[in-house]
């Protein structure tokens, strides 16, 4: 572990900042995702900045240890940061400690990071460069020390003045918080007895009281106020000539001076983590990100910073650019993101899934969204940021409306495509079931029945079809009414044919059942006839007794046909009314027939048996005489 130059000050006096170290020590490993302290000293060259870093990093190596023994030993050499007494300057530039001191803080452990700048208070000679290491200093720390040589000097104080403008516009620039913690270290003071934090606020209160009188209204004053002050000793004689810094050659006063400030600093570094401009902590990752944007800006706009109103004007177009490349980086993403639901919603399903209102629900969603990320990375004040954020919204409006004006024709086809689909299967459906059911011919179901079947099928078709149309509840029934309709021309057409193959089925049916009655009945009929001729044609009572079995036989053909006729009830009334009329008409035609064999009886003198009166034919004589049914009986066999 050593100190190593994150930003280094060229020959031509052009700062660079070392991406492979600032990746190493803030990005790398735990140190990216967590929190971080950087505890950053400021102030006039050869005062021991690099001296007092060097006994913080001694506190922070053995943090277990609770007294003293920290310190080291008495001729222990101090390493650690490069360090000289005199006039010779070690530190170009911004340095920082290679690795982090892990610490507990509020909410975890804190990585506390030691930076040391040289040449920032150069003011007179070169006040580009000192500007330029100001803004990496303020990048670079949440726990400023503010170094000074005795009391603070107008010098200081301009030095301060500049610091904290720098700090402002960098903060402004960078969202973050300019001057988190300020310590105003006061070293060798030349009042021993005062020395400490006690002696500091009577210092600090008394330099407050000098500035206020000035009323300048100045940052110094503004941050002094909020600022601390610890005032520390001369360390001797002996130290000054020394080029150890080792703790035998300290003063006692010196040495407990700088045991308790550098214990108290250390004890508070978990407390002191870098926040941006709303007070949030940032990780290592996020102050990296920072850190290089600036960077960039700096060398590659080469901006110049030869004062304080160049500094702020570079500073202004610095956000600015910041400013505009944020907002086309969120229109790129808004952009993405339509582009993202536009390919997810290309599948007819997926589209379906997501109406325009749910859509433009979605969008604006993601406005606010990018509104308020780019609220907090916007550069500069509040007042600044309006004119970007107005634009900005104003912008995703517009492309939130193209693209849902295009998505609702999109969605609109997708919908009448999902419906035709649907429609399209219900009457498939439809016209499947109307071919399954039994021919007409078959006569198994009535015209009525299957009027009935088909409107059942037709209803539960349209439930179903309910249930899956998409679409607003308007293009719902529209597209139910339109199948509705569909369904009904097709039953109209089923229908119309069916009752006519049905009609003309029953018609051919019914009448081969009444023609098969008529033969019945008739050759019945007929063999009646025939029985009558030959044995019985002289007796009345035969005959009689053949019209009563020729009545009764059309009964029972009646009766019997009438359960076989076919269709419905008007069909059958119309064959039964035929069928009565045909076995009537047989009947009609027996009874004339049973009256012609009477009359040819007659003609031919046969004797002709009626009831109990007999009649017998001799000799052309009619003679008449009542026989009794037994003589009847045996004198019509005689005859025979």
């Known amino acids: 572990m050593a100190p190593v130059p994150i930003v280094r000050v060229d020959e031509e006096g052009h700062l660079a900042l070392d991406e492979g170290v600032l990746h190493h020590c803030l990005e790398q490993g735990g140190m990216g995702d967590a929190p971080v302290c950087l505890v950053s000293i400021i102030g006039e060259q050869r005062q021991g900045k690099s001296f007092l870093m060097n006994y913080l990093l001694r506190r922070l190596q053995n943090q277990e240890i609770q007294d003293a023994s920290w310190m080291g030993q008495e001729d222990q050499s ?26 507990e803080g509020q909410h975890g452990k804190v990585a506390v990071f030691l930076v040391d700048t040289e040449g920032s208070l150069d003011l007179q000679r070169h006040i580009e460069i000192s500007i330029k290491l100001c803004v ?22 301009d030095y301060l003045e500049v610091f904290l403008h720098v700090a402002k516009e960098a903060g402004k620039t960078c969202n973050l918080h300019p001057v988190q913690k300020l310590d105003l270290l006061v070293r060798d003071y ?54 150890n810094g080792t703790l035998a050659d300290m003063d006692e006063v010196f040495r407990d001076s700088l045991r308790d400030y550098v214990a108290g600093l250390a004890s508070e570094a978990g407390t002191c983590v870098r926040l941006d401009q709303k007070g949030q902590a940032l990780t290592g990752k996020q102050l990296a990100s ?86 907090a990375e916007l550069r500069g004040e509040e007042r600044q940021k309006q004119p970007f954020l107005q634009e900005l919204e104003q912008r995703l409006m517009e492309k939130e409306k193209a693209f849902v004006d295009k998505y609702k024709k999109k969605y609109k086809n997708a919908v009448s495509s999902a419906n035709r689909k649907i429609t399209k299967k219900a009457v498939n459906q439809y016209e499947q079931f109307m071919q399954k059911q039994p021919p007409a011919q078959s006569l198994m179901v009535t015209p009525y029945d299957m009027q009935q079947g088909l409107e059942k099928k037709r209803q539960k078709l349209l439930h179903d079809c309910r249930g899956k149309l998409c679409g607003d509840k308007a293009s719902q029934r529209s597209e139910l009414e339109n199948l509705t309709q569909k369904l009904l021309r097709k039953e109209e057409v089923f229908m119309d044919a069916y009752r006519n193959v049905y009609k003309g089925t029953v018609f051919s049916v019914n009448g081969k059942i009444i023609e098969k009655a008529k033969r019945e009945y008739e050759h019945f009929l007929q063999e009646q006839l025939q029985d009558i001729t030959p044995k019985f044609s002289i007796f009345l009572w035969s005959v009689k007794k053949n019209q ?44 004339r027939k049973c009256n012609e064999l009477l009359q040819n009886a007659k003609d031919t003198r046969t004797t002709v048996v009626l009831g109990t009166v007999g009649v017998v034919v001799a000799g052309g004589a009619i003679v008449a005489f009542i026989l009794s049914p037994a003589l009847m009986f045996k004198a019509a066999v005689s005859v025979l």
Not at 210 to 215: G, M, V
């Open 548 to 591: 009563e079995l020729g009545k009764k036989k059309h009964q029972e053909l009646l009766h019997s046909y009438l359960k076989q006729l076919q269709g419905e009830e008007r069909e059958k009334n119309a064959s039964t009314e035929k069928l009565k009329q045909k076995l009537a008409e047989e009947e009609r035609n027996f009874r």
């Open 190 to 243: 030349p009042t021993s007895s005062n020395c400490g934090l006690e002696g500091g606020k009577r210092y600090l209160s008394y330099v407050i009281q000098e500035l206020e009188a000035a009323s300048d209204g100045s940052l110094a004053l503004e941050t002094l106020r909020k600022a601390r002050c610890y005032l520390m000793p001369h360390p001797g004689n002996k130290f000054t000539n020394s080029s």
């Open 136 to 157: 990496f200093s303020i990048l670079f720390s949440s726990y400023q020390i503010f170094n000074i040589s005795s009391k603070l000097k107008r010098t200081d104080q």
């Open 290 to 375: 920072k850190i290089r944007d600036i960077s960039k800006y700096l060398r590659d706009k080469n901006y110049h910073f030869s004062s304080l109103t160049k500094m702020t004007e570079a500073f202004a177009q610095i956000r600015e650019d910041l400013n505009k490349k944020t907002i086309k980086n969120i229109i790129m993403e808004y952009e993405n993101c339509i582009l993202e639901q536009d390919c997810y919603t290309q599948i007819e399903a997926q589209c379906l899934q997501v109406p325009p209102s749910k859509m433009q629900q979605r969008l604006e969603e993601k406005q606010q969204q990018l509104l308020q990320d780019c609220a």
């Open 78 to 103: 101090l390493e650690g940061f490069q360090w000289q007494g005199g006039d010779k300057t070690v530190t170009k530039g911004v340095w920082i400690w290679d690795e982090p001191f892990w610490v």
